[in-house]
């Protein structure tokens, strides 16, 4: 017989409760970082992913770098005007960058367990 109206629970018996409606726009800093963020032509902008975060939604209306290293000797570059969602897995902190002065609006989304 299967039941209805619960969720799955882990090992030690927590419920699984998938990413839902909840989300903050400020990061994880001692000083947040609130969202929207301007960020100025060629400067560094570092992101501190919240503890439980599961998601991070980028959208920007310029192209911007992103890159888990200040050095941006290795990056990937977000589209101006498409939301990007990156999963944050280990993720603690990431970096964005741009070669104009671009406003970058930045939210994560929340797993409850």
């Known amino acids: ?11 030690v018996g927590k419920e699984i409760v998938p990413v839902g409606n909840n ?5 994880g800093a001692d000083a947040a970082i609130l969202s929207p963020k301007t960020i100025l032509a060629a400067a560094t902008q570092l992101i ?6 599961a ?4 959208n920007c209306d310029d ?3 992103i890159c888990k290293n200040a050095d941006f000797t290795e990056y990937d570059r977000l589209p101006a005007g498409i939301p990007t ?7 603690d902190s ?3 960058k741009n070669a104009n ?11 409850t367990l």
């Open 1 to 11: 017989m299967k039941q209805l109206g619960s969720f799955i629970r882990t090992l």
């Open 23 to 27: 989300f903050s726009c400020a990061d």
């Open 48 to 53: 501190t992913v919240p503890t439980n975060a």
């Open 55 to 58: 998601e991070v939604v980028i």
């Open 63 to 65: 192209d911007v770098q």
């Open 85 to 91: 969602t990156i999963q944050t897995g280990k993720l």
């Open 94 to 96: 990431l970096y964005l």
């Open 101 to 111: 002065a671009a406003s970058i609006v930045v939210y994560f989304r929340f797993v």
